[in-house]
T-cell receptor, first 113, second 115 residues
Framework: AQTVTQSQPEMSVQEAETVTLSCTYDTSESDYYLFWYKQPPSRQMILVIRQEAYKQQNATENRFSVNFQKAAKSFSLKISDSQLGDAAMYFCAYSGGYQKVTFGIGTKLQVIP | DGGITQSPKYLFRKEGQNVTLSCEQNLNHDAMYWYRQDPGQGLRLIYYSQIVNDFQKGDIAEGYSVSREKKESFPLTVTSAQKNPTAFYLC??????????????FGPGTRLTVL
């Protein structure tokens, strides 16, 4: 079974600084998708960024980028120029196609003004 | 605007009662999902449906039931057999019938409290 591990229960970052959230996963598949979801205090989950395993280029979405290391099964999220609105729970997720999506337990990010 | 709605936002139930959580989507998505969220445990899959009139058990289906009579609706019933039902419940949908390769769109959630 696939597992997703987020080893940082909580992180903090100064406003305008950069922070990296870690995620590792375990799978025997070669083709899969990885996601980062954000859950702000309103609890409305939204997709931050998505990475397809067969693509070597790291995905980027404005201030959000990932460091995808397929061999190491690592998928970290970097948030640049952190803003107060980035404060939220961040969930790493794995999808292997026909199988269900597996979520990590989340990392709570605090942004300090 | 397209999206997913869940109702009610807050729900209180007495022990021994069944209760049904509503989930409706107008995104024309084939697949729908129910998750349970507890502090420190992330999201755990209860049930999912990839097509009308068909659904599959997730990791923690015991004490729950679902139906998928219409493409846009996927209600979840929390039965009295669920021993610890107090939690936050999230409904989601995705466009892909054959696997959730695409992003999942989430509803705003329902907070269920058993009194």
């Amino acid at each position: 079974a696939q597992t997703v591990t987020q080893s940082q229960p909580e992180m903090s970052v100064q406003e305008a600084e950069t922070v990296t959230l870690s995620c590792t996963y375990d799978t025997s598949e070669s083709d899969y998708y990885l996601f980062w979801y954000k859950q702000p205090p309103s609890r409305q989950m939204i997709l931050v960024i998505r990475q397809e395993a067969y693509k070597q280029q790291n995905a980027t979405e404005n201030r959000f980028s990932v460091n995808f290391q397929k061999a190491a099964k690592s998928f970290s999220l970097k948030i640049s120029d952190s803003q107060l609105g980035d404060a939220a729970m961040y969930f790493c997720a794995y999808s292997g196609g026909y199988q269900k999506v597996t979520f990590g337990i989340g990392t709570k990010l605090q942004v300090i003004p | 605007d397209g999206g997913i709605t869940q109702s009610p936002k807050y729900l209180f139930r007495k022990e021994g009662q069944n209760v049904t959580l509503s989930c409706e989507q107008n995104l024309n998505h084939d697949a729908m999902y129910w998750y349970r969220q507890d502090p420190g445990q992330g999201l755990r899959l209860i049930y999912y449906s990839q097509i009308v009139n068909d659904f599959q058990k997730g990791d923690i289906a015991e004490g729950y039931s679902v139906s998928r009579e219409k493409k846009e609706s996927f209600p979840l019933t929390v039965t009295s057999a669920q021993k610890n039902p107090t939690a936050f419940y999230l409904c989601a949908s995705s466009i892909e019938r054959d696997g959730p390769y695409n992003e999942q769109f989430f509803g705003p959630g329902t907070r269920l409290t058993v009194l």
